[in-house]
């Protein structure tokens, strides 16, 4: 695929973001990111969604999953930018089978609801809630490589909010990935679509793979209250693009 091939075709309208002009959607010329999926008790996960139509993925009758992704955005339409996006899978309507996402295949395009996304500059945090109420707020996220190891930092207001260690990995082929992030506005839930580019990435069950901490942050301090478990699977995207869209589906809560 060459540079530009995954652009090809797609139409870009302006739009206006408070005193500047943005085209949509959102193209990441170069994206890498670190994803990981965590092990979560089932019912305190369902007490903070904000509607009763939304079934987490469940793994076990007691327990679901809550993902983390943390991004780097090197180029794109609205400058480079890193950030960090914390949500839950689920499924609409329905109750999701025991062993979604282990032994059993989720939806082909999970929906995910953005319970936090801490990014680094103002035009990505304007943006995000200008076009679907994105839970963004400023923060510093630092990445630093070696070797073997990439590490995120991520601090807020002089606190941290999470620190977390993933290790390289050899990369395989990986296909086009297509996430629902979904945002909640008033009364209703918002969909946009995130759609990644065919790429190469590795993939790890390990546990000796990842290394993840919360800190003091009120940010922090609620996932730690989540009692998260064991990383089922992460994820290693080193190199990428993608496309975002504004909202085009919503639902009543």
Not at 53 to 58: L, Q, T, V
Not at 109 to 120: E, G, K, R
């Amino acid at each position: 695929m060459q540079e530009n091939d995954f652009f090809d075709g797609i139409k870009q309208l302006p739009v206006k973001i408070g005193s500047q002009t943005v085209p949509f959607p959102l193209f990441y010329r170069d994206v890498a990111y670190l994803g990981v999926f965590l092990l979560a008790p089932l019912d305190a996960v369902k007490n903070i969604l904000p509607s009763k139509r939304m079934h987490p993925f469940r793994l076990t009758h007691w327990h679901c999953i809550v993902s983390i992704t943390a991004s780097e955005y090197k180029n794109s339409d609205i400058g480079p930018y890193n950030a960090v996006s914390i949500g839950v899978p689920f499924v609409l309507d329905r109750v999701s089978p025991v062993l979604t996402g282990i032994l059993r295949t989720p939806p082909e395009v999970p929906m995910i609801y953005l319970l936090h996304l801490p990014v680094t500059t103002e035009i990505a945090r304007d943006t995000g809630v200008e076009i679907a109420n994105f839970p963004e707020f400023l923060a510093d996220i630092n990445f630093k490589s070696d070797d073997r190891w990439i590490n995120c930092k991520v601090d807020a207001e002089g606190k941290n909010i999470l620190s977390l260690s993933a290790r390289k990995m050899d990369l395989s082929p990986f296909p086009r990935q297509r996430v629902y992030p979904i945002t909640l506005q008033q009364d209703r839930l918002l969909r946009s679509e995130l759609i990644y580019s065919e790429s190469r990435a590795g993939i790890s069950r390990k546990q000796s793979d990842v290394s993840l901490e919360f800190g003091e942050h009120p940010v922090g301090a609620k996932l730690k209250e989540l009692k998260l478990g064991r990383v089922l699977q992460y994820q290693y995207y080193p190199a990428g693009q993608a496309v975002l869209s504004m909202v085009i589906e919503s639902y009543p809560i």
